[in-house]
């Protein structure tokens, strides 16, 4: 199957800084890119949809001044989670599909705000 | 409203009897559905799409428009089936919704 790719795996930062999460697909071009975010135990929450060479759209709830999406190009979408706070700790996991076709998920990303 | 229910958090099976994992959703639309599992420490994978109709690892699942329904089945348990599975709705969109899953335990 496709092969999608988050990176960092995990990350540390300090309250009040920005982080980027990085989400490729790396052996086909995916048109549209989903952002989710998980809390422990719980299910995946859809935050935004985003596809190629437009603005993203997120789901009710989600600031998007505050989790910023670019989805650049076919193979690469980045998640800017700014001024972060701890409460902003949780694991966001991305995934890639084309039209039509089954989303392949990336391994997520655990992030953690001291 | 897109909306995916799994009533059970947790199910614990001995190995051998049979599983069903129930999934009920609510969409105006056409419906897709799947059933991803992510095995501990592994990444969400897909098990399989109403569209298919196919078999993966022995689970099946029918799609019921009248009950709106799309429960996960198995005959036999197996140890290495026990994993979370989440049940989800996808559109026109391609967007997925996900139900809150449910963690299968199948107990030796």
């Known amino acids: 199957g496709a092969v999608v790719s988050q990176h960092p795996s995990w990350v540390i930062c300090k309250s009040g800084t920005s982080v980027k999460i990085e989400c490729r697909s790396l052996d086909f071009q995916a048109t549209t890119m989903f952002w989710y975010r998980q809390f422990p135990k719980q299910s995946l929450m859809l935050m935004a949809t985003?596809?190629?060479?437009?603005?993203?759209?997120?789901e009710q709830g989600v600031e998007k001044d505050k989790f910023l999406i670019n989805h650049a190009s076919l193979t690469l979408s980045t998640l800017t989670v700014t001024s972060a706070h701890p409460e902003d700790s949780s694991f966001y996991i991305c995934?890639?599909?084309?039209?039509?076709?089954?989303?392949?998920f990336g391994q997520g990303t655990r992030l953690t705000v001291v | 409203a897109q909306r995916v229910t799994q009533p059970e958090k947790l199910l614990s099976v001995f190995k051998g009897a049979p599983v069903e994992l129930k999934c009920n959703y609510s969409y105006s639309g056409s419906p897709e559905l799947f059933w991803y599992v992510q095995y501990s420490r592994q990444r969400l994978q897909l098990l399989l799409r109403h569209i298919s109709r196919e078999s993966i690892k022995g689970f099946t699942a029918d799609l019921n428009k009248g009950e709106t329904s799309f429960h996960l089945k198995k005959p036999f348990a197996q140890e290495e089936d026990s994993a979370m599975y989440y049940c989800a709705l996808g559109g026109a969109t391609n967007k997925l919704i996900f139900g809150t899953g449910t963690l299968l335990a199948v107990q030796p």
């Open positions: 995934s890639a599909s084309r039209r039509g076709t089954e989303a392949f």
């Open positions: 985003s596809n190629e060479g437009s603005k993203a759209t997120y």
